[in-house]
């Protein structure tokens, strides 16, 4: 039997689960481990191996070789296949990349880091550090003002740009934030969970 792809992550991150969604939406034989960040299965010798970082999602591909950072994993799946994923237009696959550079800047770090400690450490809003929540408002700001009329972050269909952004943002009510204040969000995360069929994903 030839050697799957393997995918290390904790099914709580929405970095790791935006590698799995990939994966699954090309079609990619891939096997998930499931690595509990919170038990410190990061930092064992073993894990420590495959990435240095101690930091999921890491993937193992056929070959042995390994590959970490979310946004690098997707781009390097989509490109397996010279997917739709990723745009040929030279300019739009600037402004996909525009957008992976901003979630890991100016999103993931108050969206996901706010969910994290309200949802995992139960921490009250008082313990939270409030520019989280300020921040966090500003990022699904931009995200509103980028989607009026459009159906996708870039172009007319999905992108990677799209898998990224949605990781943690259908999960931001999670971290306080209230996405009823960002109407074309919403219909842009209800968009793309249906595009990467993750209610079938979630229920398998």
Same mark, same amino acid.
């Given at each position: 039997?030839s050697?799957? $792809?393997k995918?290390?992550?904790d099914?709580?991150?929405? =970095?790791?689960?935006?590698v799995?969604w990939t994966a699954?939406?090309?079609?990619?034989?891939?096997?998930?481990?499931?690595?509990?960040v919170?038990?410190?299965?990061? @930092?064992?010798?073993?894990? %420590?191996?495959?990435? !240095?970082?101690?930091?999921? !999602?890491?993937?193992?591909?056929?070959?042995? @070789?390994?590959?970490?950072?979310? =946004?690098?994993?997707?781009?390097?799946?989509?490109?397996? =296949?010279?997917?739709?994923?990723l745009?040929?237009d030279?300019?739009?696959?600037?402004?996909?990349?525009?957008?992976?550079?901003?979630?890991?800047?100016?999103?993931? !770090?108050?969206i996901?880091?706010? @969910?994290?400690?309200?949802?995992? %450490?139960?921490?009250?809003?008082?313990?939270?550090?409030?520019?989280?929540?300020?921040?966090?408002?500003?990022? %699904?700001?931009q995200? #509103?003002?980028?989607?009026?009329?459009?159906?996708?972050?870039?172009? #007319?269909t999905?992108t990677v740009?799209?898998i990224? %952004?949605?990781?943690?943002? @259908?999960?931001?009510?999670?971290?306080?934030f209230e996405?009823?204040?960002?109407?074309?969000?919403?219909?842009?995360?209800?968009r793309v969970?249906?595009? $990467?069929?993750?209610?079938?994903?979630?229920?398998?």
């Amino acid at each position: 039997m030839s050697a799957k $792809l393997k995918i290390y992550g904790d099914a709580r991150s929405g =970095n790791c689960l935006k590698v799995k969604w990939t994966a699954a939406l090309l079609g990619v034989d891939y096997e998930w481990i499931d690595v509990d960040v919170l038990s410190g299965s990061t @930092r064992t010798e073993e894990f %420590l191996k495959l990435n !240095p970082s101690g930091q999921v !999602p890491t993937v193992v591909l056929a070959d042995g @070789r390994t590959l970490s950072q979310s =946004n690098a994993i997707i781009v390097y799946l989509a490109g397996l =296949n010279d997917s739709a994923l990723l745009p040929t237009d030279v300019y739009a696959r600037a402004k996909v990349d525009e957008w992976l550079f901003w979630e890991q800047y100016s999103h993931e !770090p108050c969206i996901a880091v706010r @969910r994290f400690q309200k949802s995992f %450490l139960n921490k009250n809003d008082e313990e939270i550090d409030p520019q989280l929540f300020a921040k966090g408002r500003r990022a %699904l700001g931009q995200m #509103e003002l980028a989607l009026q009329g459009k159906s996708y972050l870039v172009g #007319e269909t999905l992108t990677v740009a799209d898998i990224a %952004l949605v990781a943690y943002t @259908r999960v931001a009510h999670e971290g306080g934030f209230e996405l009823t204040e960002f109407p074309a969000v919403r219909q842009w995360v209800s968009r793309v969970e249906r595009d $990467l069929s993750i209610e079938q994903l979630e229920a398998a």
